[in-house]
T-cell receptor, first 112, second 112 residues
């Protein structure tokens, strides 16, 4: 089975800190995605990448950046964490020609 | 903008009763359609997908969904609810296999 691993299940960070959320997939998927999930809002796409060193903004990229130096790893960076970035962050990957995502278990980030 | 509407943020059924979770999309072009399930503290898992083949799609755990172009709907059903079906369910659409648009989710509660 394809596995998407997010390095932390729970994180607590202080306002203004630089935060790195890591995601690794083990099935050579081209496409990787970062979503945030908030109650009543569903999942909103932050950034996605369809190849190494390639990235595209999603619907809510403000306050975030990403890095994809290797095919299997896609990092989400909060340059200066703020309390409104407290959320559940979900990473996903998929094959270019496949139809569905495989999701990681999520990272619940609290910014205090 | 493309959107997905899930009617009812919370649905409660008795064990053994019919499950019906509603999803409508807004587009004149039929999209690819998906249902995902999220159990507590986990990522999202693909239940089923519609990709322009048969309009009635069968998924895992006894769920199925029917694509109705005239109604722009893709409702999820299960004839008999089980306690283990309690979870949050997300409908999603995609037009190019890259960006997915998710609904806001429906939490299913199953009463004994």
């Amino acid at each position: 089975d394809v596995k998407v691993t997010q390095s932390s299940r729970y994180l607590v960070k202080r306002t203004g800190e630089k935060v790195f959320l890591e995601c690794v997939q083990d099935m050579d998927h081209e496409n990787m995605f970062w979503y945030r999930q908030d109650p009543g809002l569903g999942l909103r796409l932050i950034y996605f990448s369809y190849d190494v060193k390639m990235k595209e903004k999603g619907d809510i990229p403000e306050g975030y950046s990403v890095s994809r130096e290797k095919k299997e790893r896609f990092s989400l960076i909060l340059e200066s964490a703020s309390t409104n970035q407290t959320s559940m962050y979900l990473c996903a990957s998929k094959l270019l020609a496949n139809y569905g995502y495989t999701f990681g278990s999520g990272t619940r980030l609290t910014v205090v | 903008a493309q959107s997905v509407t899930q009617l009812g943020s919370h649905v409660s059924v008795s064990e053994g009763a019919l499950v019906l979770l509603r999803c409508n999309y807004s587009s004149s072009v039929p999209p690819y359609l998906f249902w995902y399930v999220q159990y507590p503290n986990q990522g999202l898992q693909l239940l089923l997908k519609y990709t322009s083949a048969a309009t009635l799609v069968k998924g895992i755990n006894g769920f199925e969904a029917e694509f109705k172009k005239s109604e722009t709907s893709f409702h999820l059903t299960k004839p008999s609810a089980h306690m283990s079906d309690a979870a949050e369910y997300f409908c999603a659409v995609s037009y190019n296999f890259n960006k997915f648009y998710f609904g806001s989710g429906t939490k299913l509660n199953v009463k004994p």
